[in-house]
């Protein structure tokens, strides 16, 4: 309790508009139940994922210490992930309005929900759910360049917040990276996106060839529109992460 008092504390000393948001995660109130859900969801994506995973995803999954048997306490996982990319895993209510998602994306704290979905839905949540936002997000921010990226992203973000039609392009260049992005490694398709790493249905869709794969191209992912609850028609495959970091700076030239 003492540790992660102090843990919030120190996180809401460092945000403004969402240190609301912010919450404790009381890992010693998961259930065997929900701990057994968690178990359940991971040994149902790890068969695909050690085949069709980019590299860094699988290396960031040991990195940060995530387990198939427990649920993760994000007080450990920030302390293994801190010291290699200087980002946090950090515990908030729920879904947060724009401006205090690209806070903390800048101050590089991922904002994480606790709560997990239930066995009549595991297959797909509405909102985020840990699972979504630790096994799906979580790992590549131990990767360096990922890190720079998604910490670049969110400051360019909440320089944008006064204009609404940039904000709604660089919300596609989310989408299309951090959400359902995808990589060409060893001449292969590789996923990265979480929304493609926490579905087993959308990524099988995708790995059978389910949606059109385009190379990533700055101008048509921020043209590209999308609809969140559907299956993606098209979706764009960066060569390195390098690409999208660059893309991002790029981004901001154009639009700011
Ligand atoms: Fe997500």
């Known amino acids: 309790m003492g540790i992660a008092t102090s843990t919030l504390s120190l996180a809401q000393s460092k945000l403004h508009v969402a240190a609301p948001y912010l919450i404790e995660q009381t890992w010693a109130d998961y259930t065997p139940e929900q701990h057994a859900i968690w178990a359940e969801l991971v040994s149902r994506r790890m068969p695909q994922l050690s085949q069709h995973a980019c590299r860094e995803y699988l290396d ?3 990195q940060i ?3 198939e048997d427990k ?3 994000l007080t450990e996982v920030s302390a293994l ?5 200087g980002w946090q895993s950090t515990p908030v209510s729920g879904f947060l309005p724009a401006d205090a998602f690209f806070e903390m994306l800048a101050a ?6 606790t709560w997990l979905r239930s066995r009549d839905s595991m297959e797909y949540t509405p909102e985020p759910d840990i699972f979504h936002d630790v096994f799906g997000h979580v790992p590549m921010h ?3 360049v990922f890190a720079n990226f998604l910490e670049s992203y969110g ?6 917040m006064a204009r609404p039609d940039a904000l709604e392009r660089m919300g596609r260049l989310f989408w299309f990276t951090v959400e359902f992005g995808l990589i060409r490694q060893d001449g292969e398709i590789k996923v990265y996106g979480s929304g493609l790493i926490s579905s087993h249905g959308e990524c099988t869709r995708v790995l059978a060839g389910g949606c059109e794969v385009k190379d990533f191209d700055l101008d048509a992912v921020l043209n590209q529109e999308f609809q969140t609850s559907e299956m993606q028609p098209v979706l764009y495959a960066v060569e390195s992460f390098d690409q999208i970091y660059e893309a991002t700076k790029e981004a901001e030239k154009r639009l700011g």
Not at 81 to 85: E, G, I
């Open 71 to 73: 649920l993760p306490n």
């Open 108 to 113: 590089r704290m991922f904002p994480t929900t």
């Open 155 to 160: 400051k360019i973000c909440a320089g944008l």
């Open 65 to 67: 210490g995530l387990r």
């Open 60 to 62: 960031g999954f040991h």
């Open 81 to 85: 992930l801190q010291p290699r990319t």
């Open 142 to 144: 131990a990767h360096p």
